[in-house]
């Protein structure tokens, strides 16, 4: 009986050892889609990308955010440079966004006449919402779900390879006149189903 007993356990780890394997396809993950929105603080001039690197990791005594920056971009620049900018949710209706946004550069390609031409005219948060630690905010989208202005928590910029995961606190959150902050949101599901992403998270080619 004790043999039998050995015998059937050595079999099950036989066969659930088997039943692994080692891959390098990470599992399809459906995530929100943000544009990180940051100011070049030489020029004043605004500039915003495609981010779905980005989690809350808590809330008490303040909220505090992890977000990947992709190096050699210009939103890492400025984010590096200024140490803030401003989280945006994306509704679905920005999924037209995605391929300007996320699949040029901002240093041959004018994003903010891009998403104009898109109907997604940028502009400045409104004064009403402007406090000490937000008199200086980049442009932003229209219509985003909400907005959550980041400050660099001081010494938290850790090199991650291809990208920096910079820790941030949430300095003010703020949503769009006509949202309640609970309206659906863009992600990567979504825009995998449009064909506007590949299954690896990369713009899709036309």
Known sequence: MILLSLFLSCSF?????????????????????YSLATKNPTTGQSGM?????????????????SIGLF??????????????????????????LVKLLGGTSGRN????????????????????LLTSSTTDLP?????????LHLSLVKGCLIDCGSHDMAMCK??????????????PYLNTSLLRE???ITKL???AED
Not at 18 to 26: A, G, H, K, L
Not at 49 to 65: C, F, G, H, K, Q
Not at 170 to 183: K, N, P, R
Request: charged content about 15%.
């Open 49 to 65: 990308n495609i981010l779905t690197y980005a989690t809350p990791v808590s809330i008490r005594p303040d909220r505090i955010w």
């Open 13 to 33: 780890f036989l066969v659930v050892a088997s039943s692994f394997e080692i891959t390098d396809t990470p599992p399809l993950l459906d995530v929100p889609t």
């Open 170 to 183: 949430v300095e003010t959150m703020f949503g769009s006149s006509a949202g309640s902050g609970e309206e």
């Open 109 to 128: 390609t004018d994003k903010k006449v891009g998403c104009q031409k898109l109907s997604f005219p940028w502009g400045s948060a409104p004064q009403s």
């Open 194 to 196: 449009m064909g506007i």
């Open 139 to 147: 442009e932003l989208l229209p219509d985003c779900v909400i907005y």
């Open 201 to 203: 998270g990369r713009v």
């Open 71 to 96: 190096k050699g971009t210009v939103t890492h620049e400025n984010f590096c440079q200024t140490g803030c900018g401003v989280l945006q949710l994306l509704a679905p209706k920005h999924a037209a």
